[in-house]
């Protein structure tokens, strides 16, 4: 069973800007990227280098497979099983850490006191609200992006005519244990997770409008709006510095006591004069966006797995709106569950996965290229070498420094390689004698 097209070039596009916006640019990625000092704008550009490398593999793969499931889909059809099973179960892993990104992000805008408990409402809520159907979804997603993108401006702009005093007092920061070279590429690494979001419109392969025209098209545009977006607040920030930012602390007397990561855009506002509320409602705006789209991706790519026996096939099952509310609510579980989690990085965990499913989709893309297979744009197979080894390096360097806890790790590898890896050591024919 296939949906029914309905998502234009517009909605496409405004999907892929509300997911990378969303839970990125509110995110405490920023702190990573802060800490590479004057490298900062540096690791920024290099992580938009690197989406655009993934995005164009991506986009000559989109055009000529114009199906559910993303890099699954492209891996199994180019690679084969095992490949495709490691892009998808990457892609599900890495979206559903950015759940629970977005959904802590909110939960710290809305109610600092109670954040956890405010994320959990709130991934239930999307859940609720995905399963009315991806019309709603699109709509919502491209409004709140025109919004978003609307106020990031304004407030960058009136944060020039502030000084970072404003901003309130500096905070003592520990230094950082890694060299500067590791220090830059885990700034590489967060940023990455902040451009990921591009790969929710690849998901959407049967449900855009003349996909293998409009998918390329949407995520590059979206591409290039976002990464203009992220190195003017990547700029505004420089100017506070890394020490305003970690942690976010109060006064007691004379004494500062951190109280957790601060939001970077509130700083932003307070040293342009903004109301804080202000930056509140269009954080809680835009990470709301985005947990809608970005769940509705790793629903779409579970459904996917779940057709082709990757994953058990009830949660292939759509609802009346056609949207696969089984597997949404799946992934909304787990999202959950990390929320309460604690000792690592969401965020480097979530860059680390689906870096490891933009490597498979590089892959797939250089065969494609060679094989010629191509339908309507072929980019050189040296660029998409260059996005594989990119990815794998970046996919790396973001468990390392995710932090001490083990789990990380754990997940990636078991969820990420050694289940596709039983999976594929089951579905090869045993010999006969």
């Not at 099952?317 to 990085?345: F, I, K, M, Q």
Request: proline share 4%; net charge positive; charged share 10%.
């Amino acid at each position: 069973m296939t949906t029914a097209r309905r998502i234009g070039l517009l909605s496409a596009t405004g999907i892929g800007v509300g997911s990378m916006l969303g839970a990125g640019v509110f995110s405490d990625m920023w702190v990573e990227v802060l800490a590479a000092g004057r490298w900062a704008m540096a690791a920024v550009a290099g992580a938009a280098i690197v989406a655009l490398l993934n995005a164009l593999s991506t986009a000559q793969l989109a055009a000529r497979y114009p199906v559910a499931g993303g890099a699954y889909a492209y891996g199994r059809a180019e690679l084969g099983p095992f490949a495709g099973h490691v892009a998808g179960a990457a892609f599900v892993v890495g979206k559903t850490v950015s759940v629970a990104v977005g959904a802590t992000v909110l939960g710290a805008s809305v109610l600092p006191g109670h954040v956890q408990g405010i994320a959990t409402a709130a991934i239930v809520a999307a859940w609720a609200l995905n399963a009315g159907g991806i019309t709603r979804t699109a709509r919502g997603a491209t409004l709140i992006a025109i919004i978003v993108v609307a106020a990031l401006v304004v407030i960058v702009a009136l944060s020039l005519t502030g000084t970072p005093e404003d901003a309130g007092p500096p905070v003592s920061v520990l230094a950082a244990d890694a060299g500067p070279t590791m220090t830059f590429l885990v700034a590489v690494a967060a940023c990455f997770f902040a451009f990921a979001g591009y790969a929710r419109i690849a998901t959407l392969g049967e449900e855009v409008e003349a996909p293998a025209r409009t998918i390329p098209r949407a995520i590059l545009f979206a591409l290039a709006v976002v990464v203009s977006l992220y190195l003017v607040v990547a700029a505004a920030l420089s100017r506070l510095g890394a020490d305003r930012l970690v942690p976010a602390a109060r006064r007691d007397g004379d004494v500062i006591v951190a109280s957790g990561p601060a939001a970077p855009i509130e700083q932003l506002a307070r040293m342009g004069g903004v109301p804080v509320v202000v930056a509140t409602v269009v954080a809680a705006l835009s990470v709301g966006g985005a947990m809608l789209a970005v769940m509705a991706g790793a629903g779409r790519t579970a459904m996917a797995m779940a057709r082709e026996g990757d994953l058990p096939r009830v949660l292939a099952a759509t609802g009346a709106s056609a949207a696969p509310w089984r597997a949404e609510a799946v992934v909304g579980a787990c999202a959950v569950a990390l929320v309460w989690t604690e000792g690592a990085s969401l965020v480097l965990v979530s860059a680390a996965s689906v870096l490891l499913y933009y490597a498979v989709a590089n892959l797939a893309a250089v065969s494609q290229r060679r094989g010629g297979r191509t339908a309507g744009l072929a980019i050189p197979a040296t660029l998409s070498v260059v996005g594989l080894v990119c990815s794998l390096g970046l996919a790396v360097v973001a468990l390392v420094g995710a932090g001490d806890a083990v789990w990380p790790a754990l997940l990636v590898g078991l969820a990420v390689i050694a289940w596709p890896a039983v999976a594929a050591a089951r579905r090869r024919p045993r010999a006969t004698f």
